[in-house]
């Protein structure tokens, strides 16, 4: 049997939150997963569908948004805007049978180092319950 | 608002309403009608700007939706609005599709007044060019009955036959079409523009009736529709489903409300260099090119699905026949519902991706 399935999971984190919040959890050296490949964004609101979509259809096993909690954007309201964004999506992706459960949205602060860790670990486990991304070994999508 | 009935001429529907907007050009009160007209030989059917009122050749009722008049209401309007009154002609998906438009800022309504007609449904190009039968398409389209199986499956589950948000309605339910065609006229521009065309009194009731009855039946066909694909569901289904896309992007260009002027999906944003092709398909295995077919129909989705107008001209687009269809009506009925939006409704709604409210999906992003 081959090794343990590790999930690859790409995290969208918004520069003044969530991104602070990963690099708070960095800095106190609070262990977390290491299966989530960060990118910085501006805002949550900035990440468009189709950034999310091709993170999936390429083979991620989970995709994470993470964005100021509701009320603490930066930008006043991207995060309710990147709310709709992904619920919209995700009503789509449940329409097609394509395991929205893969997306997940969540509001970390800046001082939450902990609850960033806490986010990645759970995200891990139930991926790992998943199982991996069919997507990835599709040739014809 | 004024319910009436505009007598037939000469038995001819056709005739009728030309004359009528024959009358409008005359009148001096509009400078330009814009509607389906006949190409010369019979094979196909554009929405035409007539100002000359010796070539106004409408017919409005053609079963045929080559292009949405929507979208060229925006070619028209979106660089500047009209100084001269015009005249729209149109059935309801295309009303929809403009009222979208607006929304997004891409037409101009300013000196612009509509007349929706009922459309029991529309044909494939093809079918319209060669009909079977001796009757016209338009002929066999308002006898009903027969000419629907060859209808489009978007207008065989249309959402609302009947035109809303216009000035003036031109109705063929609930009236006896030997006799006349119902007019409705709904706002004060609406009342204006038929001010002395001569018009009878008709039953008000037995409008409303009609229009509920096809209402209900359409429901019902659409309903069935949705049901008869819930299995269209699931990687394999959905890949299967997508497997003779060429990744033309036709059903893009046609669709009157993808409204970006360069598609993300035409720029170079996903052109790569070889080596990273050549890592993904280390990384896969192997990966079919054109690349990104399933990408671009689900961001399609994701970009206008809420704004969907069931108008079907993506799938007539299709090259390769794909029934767009089958999950585009599915997937609008779910997401539009989730955001109580309904396309088309009101013209001064505003897009639901562009506001929000606080207290809304308060479970995203905590659990």
Same mark, same amino acid.
């Given at each position: ?5 590790? #999930? ?24 977390? #997963? ?65 395991? #929205? ?13 902990? &609850?960033?860790?806490?986010?990645? &670990? ?5 991926? &790992?319950?998943?199982? #991996? ?9 | 608002?004024?319910?009436?009935? !505009? ?8 005739? /009728? *309403? ?6 409008? !050009? ?12 006949? =190409? ?8 035409? %700007? ?9 017919? *409005? ?15 028209? =309007? ?6 001269? $009154?015009?005249?729209?002609? !149109? ?33 494939? %190009? ?67 523009? !038929? ?43 959905? =890949?299967?489903?997508?497997? /003779? ?14 409204? @970006? ?27 079919? =090119? ?17 704004? @969907? ?20 009506? $599915? ?37």
């Amino acid at each position: 049997m081959s090794e343990e399935f590790e #999930p690859k999971i790409v995290g969208f984190l918004c520069n003044w939150c969530s991104y602070a919040g990963a690099d708070l959890a960095g800095t106190s050296r609070i262990q977390y #997963p290491s299966n989530i490949r960060v990118i910085r964004v501006m805002c949550s609101g900035s990440v468009d569908t189709v950034y999310v979509n091709r993170a999936l259809l390429e083979g991620a096993d989970a995709v994470l948004i993470g964005g100021c909690h509701p009320g603490d954007c930066h930008y006043l309201n991207g995060n309710y805007k990147a709310r709709r964004r992904m619920v919209l999506m995700k009503n789509i992706l449940e329409t097609l049978g394509l395991e #929205p459960e893969r997306i997940w949205v969540r509001w970390i602060s800046a001082s939450e180092g902990q &609850k960033f860790a806490d986010t990645v &670990k759970e995200i891990v486990e139930r991926t &790992k319950e998943m199982g #991996p991304n069919p997507m990835g070994k599709r040739w014809n999508v | 608002m004024a319910e009436m009935m !505009l007598p037939i001429q000469d038995g001819d529907i056709k005739t /009728t *309403v030309n004359d009528l907007l024959k009358g409008l !050009l005359r009148s001096g009160k509009v400078s330009a009608v814009i509607a389906m007209q006949e =190409t010369p030989s019979g094979k196909s059917a554009f929405p035409t %700007m007539v100002s000359d009122p010796e070539k106004m050749d409408a017919n *409005v009722f053609a079963p045929l939706l080559p292009v949405s008049t929507g979208t060229m209401i925006s070619r028209i =309007t979106k660089v500047r609005g009209s100084n001269k $009154p015009i005249t729209v002609v !149109l059935r309801s998906c295309e009303m929809r599709a403009l009222m979208e438009l607006v929304k997004l800022n891409q037409a101009d309504l300013t000196n612009v007044t509509l007349i929706g007609v009922d459309c029991p449904g529309t044909f494939p %190009m093809n079918t319209y060019s060669s009909f079977p039968g001796d009757k016209t398409p338009t002929e066999a389209v308002l006898e009903g009955g027969e000419a629907e199986k060859y209808m489009r499956s978007a207008c065989l589950s249309c959402k609302d036959p009947v035109p809303e948000n216009v000035d003036v309605v031109i109705g063929i339910y609930g009236v006896d079409l030997k006799k006349g065609l119902f007019i409705d006229t709904r706002t004060d521009a609406g009342e204006k523009l !038929l001010e002395g065309i001569e018009l009878v009194k008709t039953d008000a009731k037995a409008r409303v009736k009609a229009v509920e009855d096809v209402r209900k039946s359409k429901d019902a066909v659409r309903a069935k529709f949705i049901e008869e694909r819930s299995d269209i569901k699931g990687i394999d289904k959905i =890949t299967e489903f997508f497997d /003779t896309c060429v990744n033309c992007h036709n059903c893009m260009k046609a669709c009157p409300i993808c409204y @970006c002027k360069e598609c993300l999906f035409d720029s170079s944003v996903f052109d790569l260099e070889a080596n990273k092709y050549v890592a993904k398909a280390e990384n896969k295995g192997s990966f079919k =090119t054109p690349t990104d077919s399933m990408l671009f129909h689900i961001t399609r989705f994701n970009h206008m699905i809420l704004s @969907c107008v069931e108008c079907g001209l993506c799938e007539q687009a299709c090259p390769s026949n794909i029934p767009l269809m089958d999950i585009i009506i $599915p997937i609008a009925e779910n997401a539009q519902k989730e955001f109580e939006y309904l396309p088309g409704r009101d013209s001064e709604e505003k897009l639901p991706m562009i506001v929000y409210r606080e207290d809304e999906f308060q479970d995203v992003g905590e659990k």
